[in-house]
């Protein structure tokens, strides 16, 4: 998406997957690894995932071993949450965090093409965690209501400038009903840039050859159905999505990672990629 048409802007390209714990040792891992490398993404932030899959080179931080599953030993590079930037991290953390159900979120921040920015990727429990596997002293939601609650009360969740939020958050946006107005709550001063309805899809070649899939999201369903995205990027005021092709109809175009590529199931999830800038003054 580096040749936009809405102008020269700096501006850093970020993207998030949940690869469903593929592994170094996956059959389907090349096809994951090489996946991640072909948007050329200056951030990365990979949900239940493995180090080893990441691209080569870049600094890598993490969420920790501690969401109340075992790991296996034959997958010591395992994580719930990975962040993956091409510039060194400075850790950052909040002291209430640790009381968000463990091992789903990581903090930092690193330089970019358009300044420090401070990067959050998180895995925000589905309804089933810790309710028939893992702890299994947990009801439908718990987890995942505890979390929406705990990062409210972040300093991340009150962002002054330059911040992005990105990972799974096991929601769709928009829907109706409670449990996505706390969403909304907990990322009140977010544009959640990845909500919406996917209405078409495209196809071009990424630099290293590989197939780069992009969609256009649009705030209501259209007659291509009501898929939506659960992995998701939020950013903070300040920045806006960097459009290749701006459009007058409020939708937006995204890159995407597929669920599968010629027929091989790569995830359960669609992730997704774009570039942000920053936001001109008036």
Not at 121 to 150: E, F
Not at 240 to 263: A, C
Request: glycine share 10%; hydrophobic share 40%; net charge positive.
């Amino acid at each position: 998406m580096t040749d936009s048409a809405d102008g020269p802007d700096e501006c850093v390209r970020v993207g998030t997957w949940n690869v469903q714990w593929a592994t170094p040792r996956s059959k389907r891992a090349p096809l994951v690894a090489d996946m991640l490398v072909a948007p050329d993404c200056d951030i990365l932030c990979v949900t239940e995932g493995d180090a080893g899959v990441l691209p080569k080179g870049g600094h890598v931080i993490d969420a920790g071993t501690d969401w109340g599953y075992p790991l296996p030993k034959a997958s010591p590079g395992r994580r719930k949450v990975l962040l993956w930037s091409r510039w060194p991290w400075t850790p950052a953390f909040d002291a209430l965090q640790d009381a968000l159900p463990g091992g789903r979120l990581v903090a930092g921040v690193t330089e970019t093409p358009v300044g420090k920015v401070t990067v959050v990727g998180v895995c925000i429990p589905w309804s089933g965690a810790h309710v028939n596997s893992g702890r299994r002293d947990r009801v439908l939601w718990q987890d995942h209501l505890d979390w929406l609650g705990g990062f409210e009360r972040l300093s991340y969740a009150r962002p002054r400038r330059r911040t992005i939020v990105l990972g799974d958050f096991n929601q769709r946006s928009p829907r109706g009903g409670k449990l996505h107005g706390l969403l909304q709550r907990a990322f009140a001063r977010f544009q959640i840039a990845t909500s919406g309805f996917v209405a078409e899809a495209s196809t071009r070649l990424g630099a290293n050859g590989v197939e780069l899939r992009e969609v256009t999201l649009a705030d209501a369903p259209s007659a291509n159905g009501k898929v939506q995205l659960i992995d998701h990027i939020a950013h903070s005021q300040d920045l806006v999505l960097r459009q290749r092709t701006p459009k007058r109809d409020g939708t937006r175009q995204v890159g995407v990672f597929p669920k599968e590529i010629d027929g091989t199931r790569l995830s359960d999830h669609t992730g997704v990629w774009f570039d942000l800038k920053l936001r001109k003054r008036p």
